[in-house]
């Protein structure tokens, strides 16, 4: 059975199980970096936000000898996870008044995406671009959001500039910013970290910056945190607890890792590392790009072979 036939099995059990009145349908997306991935809508009765579920590595347990029944029984598991248990408004969204204080934005690689840009407003940033979401839910399960076209711009007869300006507020506020040494980072993703713990090891609200050579910036979501690495405040903390100049190695859409300028590790050697990163441990569509930068707490800039962007003042 190819992955095709295996995502149409699935679908077509779930929908004769009819748990709870849960309907799945197939999907195929367009994702980050223009690549496309098939998988499962999963429609709850009444809830009108409807999780999809891709279903690769649930394709990769059924060519180790699972059977569909157990694959289904195990998908059905992570949608209790992760579902919704109210609806959203659709109708705010004809409204600008009533969704600006939910807009916020992402950053993503611009030329992994040019065919996407064409359609939506955004804004570049070195060799990224800043492009903005309705956010809709954002918990540590994840987020839910909704990308904002042109057309939608259109409709809210608004600007960019008016986007970016309700973005860069409500991005700090709604997604605020993490910052934690690569050892405190490993133990959380292998479950070791407690929950008790990770505020006062966030060396946003601490300061302290440990001896760590490497540190992991993101959100609370973890949900394309990377964004946290224009967050001004955030330069300008981290820039003061490691009393230097910082680099910033684009790890995935999610995180970035800063090394201190006097870590001894070149320019070089970290952008081999974030290929080698790229190339091996993330999916396609996670990658933000293959540059280091380089913040200057001097001239307040991000800096990439030559170019600068200047950190905007911070605002209330």
Known sequence: MNYTEFVHAVETMIN??????????????????????????????????????????????????????????????TYEKIKKDESWDYEKIFDFQKVRERIVYRLVNTEKNEQMLQDVPHREILD??????????????????????????DQWKTTEKILWSEADRNTRRLLMAECFTMQYAMSELLGAAGKEARREQNLLESEEKGEDKMYVLSNRARSNGAACMIYPYVLRMMGDILEEDFYILPSSIHEVILV?????????????????????????????GSHVYRYSRKNKTISMGGKAYQVKEETK
Request: aromatic share 6%; hydrophobic share 35%; glycine share 6%.
């Open 260 to 288: 201190p300028a006097s870590a001894g590790i070149s320019v070089a050697e970290m952008e081999k590392m974030v290929c080698e990163i790229n190339e091996t441990q993330v999916p396609e569509e996670e990658i933000l």
């Open 128 to 153: 990224l671009s800043l492009i903005y979401y309705v956010l809709l839910d954002a918990s540590e399960k994840g987020t839910t959001a909704m990308l904002i076209s042109d057309r939608h711009m």
């Open 16 to 77: 004769q199980r009819k748990e709870g009145g849960l309907k799945a349908t197939v999907y195929t997306a367009v994702k980050n970096n223009d690549t496309r991935r098939t998988g499962v809508i999963l429609e709850t009765p009444g809830i009108n936000l409807s999780p999809t579920i891709y279903l690769e590595e649930f394709y990769e347990s059924y060519l180790g000898g699972k059977t569909i029944n157990e694959i289904v029984d195990e998908l059905l598991e």
